[in-house]
């Protein structure tokens, strides 16, 4: 089993930023991805970037360029820094961990509002 607990998040004006931190407990593999996925009111759930343990990263296209995901491979633990930020962006955040092919594991989710 892993555990996941989320940090950050809140409210933010357009153009705002928002850090959020994601903590990884219990039965880590070294080998893993690690990333944040999003889902808005009414739509389905989305990746917004992930990285692997050797630190390769994958990012949307809606927010290359303004998000940064980074991690701690000696803390498990996984950053996601969101500067520009728009009223688009405006969803609940999920923590994710997963070691293909074993199922993945979620975070409780925290609610990032970017409104003036």
């Known amino acids: 089993q892993v555990q996941l607990v989320e940090s950050g998040g809140g409210l933010v004006q357009p153009g705002g930023s928002l850090r959020l931190s994601c903590a990884a407990s219990?039965?880590?593999?070294?080998?893993?991805?690690m990333g944040w996925y999003r889902q808005a009111i009414g739509k389905g759930r989305e990746l917004v970037a992930d990285?692997?343990?050797?630190?390769?990263?994958n990012y949307a296209d809606a927010v290359r360029g303004r998000f940064t995901i980074s991690r701690d491979n000696d803390k498990n633990t996984v950053i996601l820094q969101m500067n520009s930020l728009k009223p688009e962006d405006t969803a609940v955040y999920y923590c994710?961990?997963?070691?293909?092919?074993?199922?993945?594991?979620w975070g409780q989710g925290t609610q990032v509002t970017v409104s003036s």
């Open positions: 994710n961990y997963r070691t293909p092919p074993r199922s993945p594991y």
């Open positions: 219990g039965s880590i593999f070294r080998l893993n991805v």
């Open positions: 990285i692997t343990s050797g630190g390769s990263t």
